[in-house]
């Protein structure tokens, strides 16, 4: 009983490790790279946003709060496609997608 | 009924090791990203570079120990790759750059000796041992770390330069570094037509799947390139951090997601999870095609069958 106790114990511990990490991104870290990729999700709308900061004015750390949470790949994970690719059926195709 | 692919405007070149790739809805236009997507390699290569002396990053390394302030470029990579850590439990490490080179990648790929003497693989230090503050652009590295940010900068390159282009140019744009394509913009009639495959220079139907995509970023990790012996054993570019020796189990991996940077993290860390990659891709819902090594094929969370597919 007591090892069940144990392993439990260690398992719930394990999962708020992680949850606190993942918040922590969330809340914090969602920096640079976050501000960047939603510029680039909207097409560019949010330039102005990922522009380099000069040293003596770092990011403002209300950054994160700018940028919506729902935008894709800005959250806490890794967001999947909002269109997923379909079999074509051309004879060609413009690139390929590889091991380099 | 068979089409061929729309008409677009393309510009490739040799850059960051790879094949860079740009594609623009207006050929017209295509001059003009060429030359966008240069500048922002050159300067990625500067500032990324593992091979360098002189880029930013091996400058950080040499003040070790110490608080630096970086630059906007390293700034946002660093983010993604701490990021891409912390999302993949460590599956995808920044701090792989020693134990690429123990096992022979300590050189630009045309200069690593392709056969040489036994190596014996190191774990990666750990990207939780990296200080980063995200509002201040503030690093500290401890001693003994030597990082190899390759795969995410390079994928958020792709998802950054596509942004820009397609904004400038007022057109539809698809980014390709390698393996790693970033969509933005308006797409082609048709849509953008992809070759799925085992090498980014194929470009012969029958070694692969072609796929639609039409937006967001697909992303192909794998091992039959960048490849090398020592002591008579094969090793590649794609090591297991909690070990130091090359992921074994998948001849490549391909997933779509929101960005070329989440799909990369998601291929990079399937490659690395061996048997356990079909269900940790489907927990998250990341359309994925991966190939075992002995060819078989596995599609997950929607991918398109090609009537080949174990699912």
């Not at chain 1, 040293?55 to 790949?73: C, E, I, Q, V």
């Not at chain 2, 091996?58 to 470029?73: D, M, N, S, T, W």
């Not at chain 2, 045309?110 to 980063?132: K, S």
């Not at chain 2, 470009?203 to 960048?226: E, F, K, W």
Request: a neutral charge.
């Amino acid at each position: 009983v007591e090892h069940i106790r144990r392993s439990r114990l260690s398992a719930r511990d394990d999962g708020l490790r992680r949850a606190g990490r993942i918040t922590g991104w969330a809340t914090v870290g969602s920096g640079v790279a976050m501000v960047a990729i939603a510029s680039v999700l909207a097409g560019g709308q949010a330039q102005a946003a990922s522009d380099p900061q000069p040293p003596s004015a770092p990011a403002p750390s209300s950054a994160p709060n700018t940028t919506p949470k729902t935008t894709p790949g800005t959250g806490t994970g890794l967001q999947p496609p909002t269109t997923v690719p379909h079999a074509s059926h051309g004879r060609g195709s413009h690139i390929t997608s590889g091991s380099s | 009924m068979t089409l061929a692919a729309a008409r677009v405007g393309r510009v490739a070149f040799p850059a960051i090791g790879t094949t860079a790739t740009v594609l623009v809805t207006e050929p017209a236009a295509a001059h003009a990203a060429g030359a966008m997507l240069r500048t922002d390699l050159t300067a990625l290569d500067l500032t990324c570079s593992r091979f360098r002396s002189d880029s930013e990053i091996r400058r950080l390394e040499l003040r070790a120990g110490h608080p630096v302030q970086v630059g906007a470029i390293l700034a946002g990579v660093l983010d993604a790759a701490l990021r891409a850590a912390a999302l993949t439990d460590g599956l995808v490490d920044p701090t792989v750059g020693r134990a690429m080179a123990a096992i022979g990648y300590d050189r630009d790929l045309a200069d690593v000796p392709p056969a040489g003497p036994a190596v014996t693989p190191e774990p990666a230090a750990g990207w939780w041992r990296i200080g980063w503050d995200p509002r201040t652009w503030e690093v500290l590295l401890p001693r003994g770390i030597t990082l190899d940010v390759g795969a995410t900068a390079k994928a958020l390159a792709a998802d950054r330069a596509a942004g820009r282009i397609a904004a400038a140019l007022g057109c539809g744009v698809v980014v390709g570094l390698g393996g790693d394509l970033a969509v933005a913009g308006p797409v082609p009639a048709g849509g953008w037509q992809v070759l799925v495959t085992d090498d980014h220079t194929t470009t012969d139907p029958v070694d692969g799947q072609g796929v639609v995509v039409s937006s967001g970023g697909l992303a192909t990790s794998g091992t039959v390139r960048r490849r090398w012996r020592r002591g008579g054993c094969g090793f590649h570019h794609i090591v297991d951090p909690r070990t130091g020796a090359p992921a074994t189990g998948w001849r490549t991996v391909s997933v779509a997601a929101a960005t070329c940077l989440d799909a990369n993290t998601a291929s990079t860390a399937a490659v690395v999870l061996r048997a356990a990659a079909p269900a940790w891709l489907a927990e998250r819902g990341l359309p994925a095609r991966l190939v075992a090594e002995d060819g078989t094929v596995h599609a997950v969370a929607g991918w398109p069958d090609d009537g080949t597919a174990v699912r």
